[in-house]
């Protein structure tokens, strides 16, 4: 692993690079910024068709949101100047397209050379179905002919052919994944080289990509179950799901907060490749002169999403406003939510006391000016946005979701976390906060003294440092697949000791290697009672022993408790719900103990 006296390429991967965007996109480009303040430089690699990513970036610099000592890399401004490693050999056609006839439908064209094509789409064809985009160099030469159409089976088929200035064909794909893996391995698969992926949509396309010097990190920027999920065994978010599912083929995961790290590790282990690292937090003042701090003034700021629950804000402004209190919301962030939104507050009465802003680049002067942050989204990883608030004083009054708030917010300190949806404890804080000016100063200079701490905070190093255990981990060989598996109770067996034994029989062979609990978790509070090792293996059945001690310590708390098989390989654990073979009718025990039947579903 380089040193910083030594050469070191930090590549951030992302999806694309805009004129506007949200906290991923910023974490990614600051997080460059230091690699690039370090080592002299560093990229961002994109992969959306970007004619105008030259002027993106000019502008995204002149605005110092971007370091001039990044370099951003994008797959199709690289194909079009620079010749990419041709496969050996190049993979035959996998399907003859009609590509005869086509119509041309739309031009795009070089923002620097108006008149010079950058791609051109066609349509029709003597096959119904069939499109075809081509992509040009400068000089008029296709760089990439990407073709989608009907093969003899009737199936949709794809074929991306990559060319040279010539005209030969030095690179054929039958999916985008492919071709991205391909070129993003030409290009960073070196010695001392470091890479993070950040984008979900692009991490679930670069699962499969094999590389060989470089390991390959994911940052998570967002919880990783879907809302209202069990951390332990609740429903994987829809984006995270593919990607957690191909964790054997990552050399390591990256989290924001212990809390989130912790909760992987205790659902699926491999502790070794899952690392912990905030986001960096970049300095930030206000321009011009300072703006007055006005007590009755509130900010919510993000992207309006569902996720980010700005309506919640909303009502807590309609409530305060019920309370005789004369608040003003500034929203500052754009999204599909933003005409509900509005709607919302027209309809609670507070449309006079919500501005919108749409996005803006003027997030420190409004932090600034306002004495709290109203923070009500459902679920985050790390939330930029409270640092940046508590960066400029502004006090963030946040829900108390996983993950995040509770890592930036000290309660009654620099801040205050209330339980999830309860608009009228957030109410109750921020009415304290106007009413008691000394309180808020105090905080507020609390909130600054924090982030100067956390913007100290040596990020670079962490990521340097984890970058070197994945290496060495990833030296040592690919990590095995946890197969997936179901398993369902053969037969349950009443001892004479007043002990059960629990015959489980799970689909499929047994992996070798692996090693069987049986769990029992509170229901509630998910807590983990107890686990039983397998007592024995009998065919295809595991034999698990539970004497009667044992059994009294798996009540839970005041609420039932579910049983469990963990399976753990190697680092890796996957936990599945222990159930019975579907039946039309079920055996069961009333309270007094007695047998009965009842009908299945």
Request: glycine share 8%.
């Amino acid at each position: 692993m380089a040193s910083p006296s030594e050469h070191l390429d930090a590549y951030m991967v992302t999806w694309k690079l805009e004129r506007e965007f949200g906290g991923m996109t910023t974490v990614c480009t600051q997080r460059a910024g230091l690699f690039a303040q370090r080592y002299g430089r560093a990229f961002v690699v994109t992969f959306n068709p970007a004619p105008d990513q030259p002027q993106v970036v000019d502008e995204l610099v002149r605005k110092g949101k971007l370091s001039p000592a990044v370099q951003v890399i994008n797959l199709y401004l690289d194909l079009a100047q620079r010749p990419m490693a041709p496969q050996d050999p190049v993979a035959p056609l996998s399907f003859n397209p009609a590509a005869r006839d086509l119509v041309l439908e739309e031009t795009v064209e070089y923002p620097e050379a108006p008149g010079c094509a950058f791609s051109q789409h066609f349509t029709g064809g003597t096959a119904s179905g069939t499109s075809q985009t081509r992509f040009l160099r400068k000089d008029g030469s296709i760089f990439l002919l990407d073709t989608k159409g009907v093969d003899q089976q009737g199936r949709k088929s794809r074929c991306l052919e990559v060319m040279a200035p010539e005209g030969t064909v030095i690179a054929r794909f039958t999916t985008a994944g492919a071709l991205y893996r391909h070129w993003l391995g030409s290009l960073v698969d070196h010695e001392n080289s470091l890479v993070v992926v950040d984008s979900k949509y692009t991490a679930a396309l670069l699962g499969p990509w094999k590389t060989t010097k470089v390991p390959k990190l994911y940052a998570f920027h967002s919880v990783h179950v879907a809302k209202g999920e069990s951390l332990l065994t609740g429903q994987l978010s829809e984006p995270h799901a593919p990607i957690i599912g191909q964790r054997h083929l990552w050399d390591g995961f990256v989290f924001l907060t212990a809390a989130q790290r912790d909760a992987y590790v205790r659902r699926f282990g491999d502790a070794e490749t899952a690392s912990v690292i905030p986001n960096p937090l970049k300095a930030s003042v206000a321009t011009g002169p300072p703006p007055q701090r006005r007590s009755t003034h509130l900010i919510a700021a993000g992207s309006l999403t569902a996720n980010k629950n700005v309506a919640a804000s909303i009502e807590v402004v309609a409530e305060l406003v019920r309370r005789g209190h004369e608040p003003v919301l500034h929203v500052a962030g754009q999204g599909a939510q933003r005409e509900k939104l509005e709607a919302l507050s027209q309809e609670l009465g507070v449309r006079e006391q919500v501005v919108f802003h749409g996005h803006t680049d003027r997030l420190p002067e409004l932090f600034a000016g306002c004495t709290a942050q109203l923070f009500t989204s459902t679920n985050e990883g790390q939330a930029l946005v409270l640092l940046e608030a508590q960066q400029q004083g502004c006090i963030p009054v946040s829900f108390d979701i996983n993950f995040g708030p509770a890592d930036s917010i000290r309660d009654g300190v620099n801040g205050f976390l209330v339980a999830p949806g309860d608009l009228q404890a957030m109410a109750d804080r921020v009415e304290e906060l106007m009413a008691n000016a000394q309180l808020a100063a105090t905080m507020s200079t609390h909130c600054r003294e924090f982030a100067r701490e956390y913007a100290g905070r040596d990020v670079t190093s962490r990521w340097e440092e984890t970058m070197k255990i994945a290496a060495k981990l990833k030296a040592l060989g690919s990590r095995e697949e946890m197969p997936e598996f179901s398993a369902r109770i053969a037969s349950l067996e009443f001892l004479d000791d007043d002990g059960l034994e629990l015959r489980v029989r799970p689909s499929g062979p047994l992996p070798a290697g692996a090693s069987f609990e049986l769990v029992v978790l509170d229901r509630e509070s998910q807590e983990e009672l107890q686990a039983y090792p397998a007592s024995a293996r009998e065919g295809a059945q595991l034999v698990f022993t539970l004497d009667p001690q044992a059994l009294r310590a798996t009540a839970g708390h005041g609420s039932p408790s579910d049983v469990y098989l963990r399976c753990r390989l190697g680092q890796s654990v996957k936990l599945k719900r222990l159930g019975v073979k579907n039946s039309r009718t079920l055996p069961y025990f009333t309270s007094h103990n007695n047998l009965s039947f009842k009908s299945g579903k």
